[in-house]
């Protein structure tokens, strides 16, 4: 079946710990997105990548990183900068046709410890 | 800059009533797209409708409608005879800009729906 695939569904990090979340998808998209997902406030857009070996910062991406070596890849780690990395994360990809809904994967829950 | 609000942080009806979801938006751009999408909880979010600013008709699709409004900035959802299934917390959603490609997201609506 075609879809995204995030591991793990739930990670524990110690603080000042990086932690790499995975994102895989295979359904053929260009595109690829990050969102973190905080109770009362949406998703918030994190990184985004329209092609191989091209990304772009979102709205917050202090704190965190990203790779695209691959189509069907698009790692997210959180490293130790991040001040407040307890969240839920949130990966989607889409066609790079205009104004085409994104598809989702299940989310990491990501837990300081 | 783009925003959208849900003014409706939580809703609880009881199976088979109607229920709206509200969804009001800012945006400057001319040419923009909205989005429902449904996040149950497994997690996921599940494209529910896409509509384009050109377009102001009502969709209807079983049980979901939608009301798109530009007069008013909103894009309102109406889930009719509701069912447990539905509940599920609920996002609005607006692209960020001409080429669409990433989005500016509601706080959503969570929707609880008891038998």
């Known amino acids: 079946d075609g879809g995204i695939t995030q591991s793990p569904k739930y990670l524990f990090r110690k603080e000042g710990q990086n932690v790499t979340l995975s994102c895989e998808q295979n359904l053929n998209h260009d595109a690829m997105y990050w969102y973190r997902q905080d109770p009362g406030q949406g998703l918030r857009l994190i990184y985004y990548?329209?092609?191989?070996?091209?990304?772009q910062k979102g709205d917050i991406a202090e704190g965190y990183s990203v790779s695209r070596e691959k189509k069907e890849s698009f790692p997210l780690t959180v490293t130790s900068a991040q001040k407040n990395p307890t969240a839920f994360y949130l990966c989607a990809s889409s066609i790079t046709r205009a104004w085409t809904e994104a598809f989702f994967g299940q989310g990491t829950r990501l837990t300081v410890v | 800059a783009q925003k959208v609000t849900q003014a409706q942080t939580e809703i609880s009806v009881v199976e088979k009533e109607d229920v709206t979801l509200d969804c009001v938006y800012e945006?400057?751009?001319?040419?923009?797209?909205l989005f429902w999408y449904k996040q149950p909880p497994s997690g996921e979010l599940v494209f529910l409708i896409r509509r384009n600013s050109f377009d102001e008709q009502n969709e209807i699709s079983g049980r979901y409608s939608w009301n798109f409004q530009k007069s008013t900035s909103s894009f309102n959802f109406t889930i009719t005879a509701s069912q447990v299934v539905d509940s599920a917390v609920y996002f609005c959603a607006l692209s960020r800009d001409n080429y669409g490609q990433n989005f500016v997201f509601g706080p959503g609506t969570r929707l609880s729906v008891l038998p």
């Open positions: 945006t400057r751009d001319t040419t923009y797209y």
């Open positions: 990548s329209q092609i191989v070996n091209d990304f």
